[in-house]
Nanobody
Framework: QVPLVESGGGLVQAGGSLRLSCAASGSIVSSNVMAWYREAPGNKREKVAA???????TYVASVKGRFLISRDNAKNTVYLQMSSLKPEDTAVYYC??????????????WGQGTQVTVSS
């Protein structure tokens, strides 16, 4: 069973919005720090947003004020609401559980991700 399944990506014009979902197995969401990552062609995978078990959030500077991460423990799902999208947000987006907020290590196998393409 794949522990993390991302969905919600698509093609959107610059300035538009998308909401990504990450459906997790078992109690992954309620038990861990959860984060969204993205990987654009030619770039390293970067963490763009994270949320702690207590609900505290952090964002990379490039998405602060435009993206919002949230979690629904009852549904074992993490969301990423993306607004004011820019072409540079184009990437494959993944979710996972980092070892802690500052760690580059993750606890689970990567899912297939969901493609977000922002046209100018």
């Amino acid at each position: 069973q794949v522990p993390l399944v991302e969905s919600g990506g698509g093609l959107v014009q610059a300035g538009g919005s998308l909401r990504l979902s990450c459906a997790a197995s078992g109690s992954i969401v309620s038990s861990n720090v959860m984060a969204w990552y993205r990987e654009a062609p030619g770039n390293k995978r970067e963490k763009v947003a994270a949320i702690t078990v207590g609900g505290s959030t952090t964002y990379v500077a490039s998405v602060k004020g435009r993206f919002l991460i949230s979690r629904d423990n009852a549904k074992n799902t993490v969301y990423l609401q993306m607004s004011s999208l820019k072409p540079e947000d184009t990437a494959v987006y993944y979710c996972n559980a980092p070892l802690d907020l500052s760690s580059t290590l993750v606890l689970y196998a990567w899912g297939q991700g969901t493609q977000v393409t922002v046209s100018s």
